[in-house]
């Protein structure tokens, strides 16, 4: 794995269960999606050395309508992360939606804390995302199950950050309408690439939908680099739907699910 990039590294250790030694003090990462709960470990070098994720749907339009099951999922990855790691994690930074109240984000630390965590440190999920990215003067698209969130950064410092409720959860309501499916059934219709043509054309609109919402935010920011990710991201040819109407260039993530985990648990510089 050594000629790849540490997102892609990050996104192998997931998809196979492997670990890699650590160099220093290891640092755990949780992001509490709408679609998926994915925790990171990174090492004293900020290279990733571990994770873990499952489907999940506790978390709804950026706030945590399954407390329990949220506590018992990020419980059951932590021991998973430990076991292939051989260590114990007593904390964690969280990732927490843009733009959420102080009671919304204080749910989010409760699930961390109730899962065996002393938080650390609460991260905005494009901000996570932009510091996986290396970005530290951007615009980060994080198109999540629930939500399309925007962060504006400027020599790392963040200029704004909005969050807007339509994402993958959107798209797979269209699709069960559109093809008179059950809600579950569109959802692994949608996630299966034999079916991408097909529910590119159904969600377009949808996806021109999210996409106003960026170009809203990025109004009078045309001059930055666009970064584009988030597991809803991941249908091919969103990224030309993005650049389309914002009227500028976006660069979508290859392993779109993965930056907001890996940036969560990554130390931020200041």
Known sequence: MSHTTPLHRFAQLVSTGDSVAPQGPVRLGVDLGTGNIVLAAVDGTDAP??????????????????????VKAVRGLKEVVEARLGVRFDSAAVAVPSGIDAGTSKVFNNVVEASGLEVLEVVDE??????ALGVQTGAVIDVGHGTTGVSILRDGVVQASIDEATGGHHMTLVIAGALGMGYEDAELFKRDPANADLVFGVVRPTLEKMATIAARALEGQ????????????????????????IGAPVTASPDPLFPTPLGTAMRRTS
């Open 49 to 70: 050395i571990a994770g873990a994720s499952v489907h999940s749907t506790v978390v709804r339009d950026g706030v945590v309508v399954d407390w329990l099951g949220a």
């Open 126 to 131: 494009p901000v996570a995302a932009a510091t």
């Open 222 to 245: 045309a001059d930055l680099p666009i970064h584009l990710v988030g597991g809803a991201s991941s249908l091919p040819g969103t990224a030309q739907v993005f650049s389309a109407v």
